[in-house]
């Protein structure tokens, strides 16, 4: 079973994350990057499927050349090979425009399962997985919180408000992995010495077939940011002195302030 897990480098979460005040875009040079934590999800799932199947896993990510930090730490994982499609003409790019390239690379390598996290914490669009599909002319199955494998068909549970669904399709197929599918293993020293031998493929958008360049970038994009302002500093609280009367004033904050 040939295996592709999307990853996605993005600002670690713990970091300060700005905007570019000149474009509204993320300013990915403000912090640290790092591969996303549900994507490292999606690479252990891959992983399992592969161990248990057997077959390769293959990680494909989309981004600026340091993208190639995320592939590392997903084949120090265990992953066999990793794509990285990397252009200029990329930068600013949409979900739209995102889902067409990374349809393109995955279709050059035609793995049976696409595996990918719901949804990336600097875009939360959760839309990528069901445009990959679709573009594939694939099934999807999202926001699974367990997958297995027999023969040719998938069966995951998928959350749902209030609980999860069980559903099914056949291969090949499209997975979005949810938070609670498992932790990621933890790469040992010779998966990471193992990691910088294995075979990193890097191709530009014009070696892709069928990507429309008019829609690539922020020119190409089909939304475009026209207003936004800094994040306000925050505030001084409101100090309550207690000469007596600390109770009363607490009650009049909270009711001011419509908590109760």
Known sequence: M???VLVKQVPDTYGE????????????AA?????????????ELGLQLAEKHGGSVT???????????????????????AVHVSDPALAGSDAVATSAVLAAALASISPQVVITGNEATDGRTASIA?????????????????????????????????????????????ISV???????????????????????????????????ASILGTAGAATQVVEGAPRPP?????????DGTGGEKISEFLVAQRLV
């Open 59 to 81: 990680v494909v990510t989309m981004g600026p050349d340091g993208a190639t930090d995320a592939l590392r730490k997903a084949l120090a994982m265990g992953a066999e090979k």
């Open 178 to 212: 949810h938070e609670k599918i498992g932790e990621p293993r933890y790469p040992n020293f010779k998966g990471i010495m193992a990691a910088k031998k294995k075979p990193v493929t890097t191709l530009t958008a014009g070696e892709l077939d069928g990507v429309d």
């Open 130 to 174: 069901a445009m990959v599909a679709e573009r594939l002319g694939w099934p999807s199955v999202t926001s699974a919180r367990t997958v297995s494998v027999d023969g040719d068909t998938v069966t995951a549970e998928r959350v749902i408000e209030g609980g999860f669904a069980e559903v099914s399709a056949p291969l090949p197929v499209v």
């Open 2 to 4: 040939d295996i592709a």
């Open 234 to 242: 925050k505030a001084a609280g409101e100090k309550v002195t207690d």
């Open 17 to 28: 994350r700005k905007l570019d005040e000149s474009t509204w875009l993320l300013d990915r």
């Open 31 to 43: 912090s640290d990057a790092v591969i996303d934590e549900i994507d490292a999800k999606g690479v």
